[in-house]
């Protein structure tokens, strides 16, 4: 939390996360899809203008979308605790200190620090052994898309419960309930031979399935 943020708890109301938890979800719920539809696709034909290998393009993709959940719960779990300190030595009900911090987090979700979890999410793909980049371009093409994953994976940590993405292998057993098959695939192997995109998960359950490439 910026030190010159003012924590203005009298113009907070009651519950306000809580309250609105259903209408959020859903919404986020639509970002997530409209994603995978169109910055996806967008990353895609830019990537294309780099490489030619549409494997290593989807790969990096996937990549880029794990590592900005992974960055984005980070970067949320550090933001909260900040909160937290902040508010605790003032608070005095009704509601629990919890959903008081909860309640900051929603409504001033503009505090997070975007540009900083990008960079983070760009320094871990730079890293990552299962992609490659020509050496004249840099993983930064792609920052609008993390951007956008980065910010819906921080919302989503709002809800109760918070929604995460499933954990993906490649060569694992494919699972109709997690994935759609890409066109490409081979529709009778059995095993992920990579991801395009992640699944969606509430408390262990997919809510929005990805997408992968099976092939023998």
């Known amino acids: 939390v910026k030190p010159h943020s003012p924590l203005s708890l009298r113009s907070r109301s009651l519950g306000y996360a809580r309250a609105t938890n259903c209408s959020r979800r859903a919404c986020l719920l639509a970002r ?3 994603i ?12 294309r203008t780099y490489l030619s290998d549409m494997e290593m393009v989807q790969r990096i993709i996937y990549i ?8 984005a719960k980070v970067a949320y779990r550090q933001f909260k605790m900040r ?5 605790s030595p003032g608070h005095s009900g009704p509601e629990s200190l919890e959903d008081t911090v909860l309640d900051y987090i929603v409504r001033h979700e503009d505090l997070y620090d975007v540009p900083s979890t990008v960079s983070e999410v ?16 840099d993983f930064i093409v792609i920052s609008s898309l993390i951007q956008e994953v ?4 921080f919302s989503m940590q709002t809800l109760v419960p918070p929604l995460d993405i499933a954990f993906g292998t490649d060569g694992e057993l494919f699972s109709e309930t997690k994935y759609h098959r890409s066109f490409d695939s081979d529709f009778t192997a059995a095993f992920v031979a990579y991801h395009v995109w992640p699944a969606l998960m509430e408390n262990d359950i997919v809510i929005v399935k990805g ?6």
């Open 32 to 34: 997530f899809r409209d």
């Open 36 to 47: 995978y539809a169109r910055e996806r696709l967008s990353a895609e034909k830019l990537l």
């Open 64 to 71: 880029a979308a794990v590592e900005s959940f992974h960055a």
């Open 83 to 87: 909160v937290r300190d902040t508010l």
């Open 122 to 137: 760009i320094r871990s793909m730079n890293i990552n052994p299962k992609i490659s980049f020509p050496p004249e371009a």
């Open 150 to 153: 980065c910010r819906v994976a």
């Open 211 to 216: 997408e992968a490439v099976t092939k023998r």
